[in-house]
């Protein structure tokens, strides 16, 4: 399968431990999204990469949020002192250059007791 | 981006066409009208977008009014695996514009047997 993979799809963590979500885009996309989505919502922006570049960060994305791609490639989201209200779907998206549509991976489900 | 506007829910039946309204009235000149859906425990998918003509595609056609303050997504012989959340986000995203998509809360589609 060449569409956009994330990993993992679940996880349950206790409150105050630290996660970290991997996203592998699409090969030769340059433009990586993060959104979240909580239940009954649709999904909101979290930040954006332009290969190895952040070029916008989202309010939503607090400090305790960080997310990098460091070769321009893979990237990752890590949430520390993980809190009940991060609990949500963690979804990863990719585009090339100057196309329309983004292309979703499945998502990672997080779920804070 | 602009706010766009669509009713919660909708029903249709099988092989029949699903028409969905959007009302984007605040929309932009430079501001194209994008529709994803997202079919439940997956990413959203795109399935179509439009600047000023009407397009049509393998999966909808998408018709937006003249003076493009709204739009119509349909799909032509809904199935029941058409049943899905299906959003509509007016953006200038795409293209030489990155773009951040900005979802509402979109319609969430039954198609019945």
């Known amino acids: 399968d060449t569409g956009v993979s994330q990993d993992p799809r679940h996880k349950i963590t206790k409150r105050g431990q630290n996660v970290t979500f991997r996203c592998d885009p699409i090969?030769?996309?340059?433009?990586l999204y993060w959104y979240r989505q909580t239940l009954g919502q649709g999904p909101e922006f979290l930040t954006y990469f332009q290969n190895e570049a952040q070029l916008e960060k989202s309010r939503l994305l607090s400090d305790r949020f960080s997310a990098e791609r460091p070769k321009g490639s893979f990237s990752t989201l890590e949430i520390q002192r993980t809190e009940q209200g991060d609990s949500a779907m963690y979804l990863c998206?990719?585009?090339?250059?100057?196309?329309?549509?983004?292309?979703f991976g499945p998502g990672t489900r997080l779920t804070v007791l | 981006d602009a706010k766009t506007t669509q009713p919660p829910s909708m029903d249709c039946a099988e092989g029949r066409a699903a028409n969905l309204p959007c009302n984007h009235s605040?929309?932009?000149?430079?501001?194209?009208v994008y529709w994803y859906r997202q079919i439940h425990s997956q990413g959203p998918q795109y399935i179509i977008h439009g600047l000023k003509n009407n397009e049509t595609n393998e999966m909808a056609s998408l018709i937006i009014t003249e003076d493009r303050k709204s739009s119509t997504l349909i799909l032509p012989h809904a199935t029941l695996r058409d049943t899905a959340v299906y959003y509509c986000i007016a953006t200038n995203a795409g293209g030489t514009s990155y773009g951040k998509l900005t979802f509402g809360q979109g319609t969430i589609l039954t198609v019945h047997p």
């Open positions: 605040t929309i932009s000149g430079n501001e194209y």
């Open positions: 998206a990719s585009s090339p250059q100057q196309a329309n549509e983004q292309f």
């Open positions: 090969s030769e996309h340059n433009r």
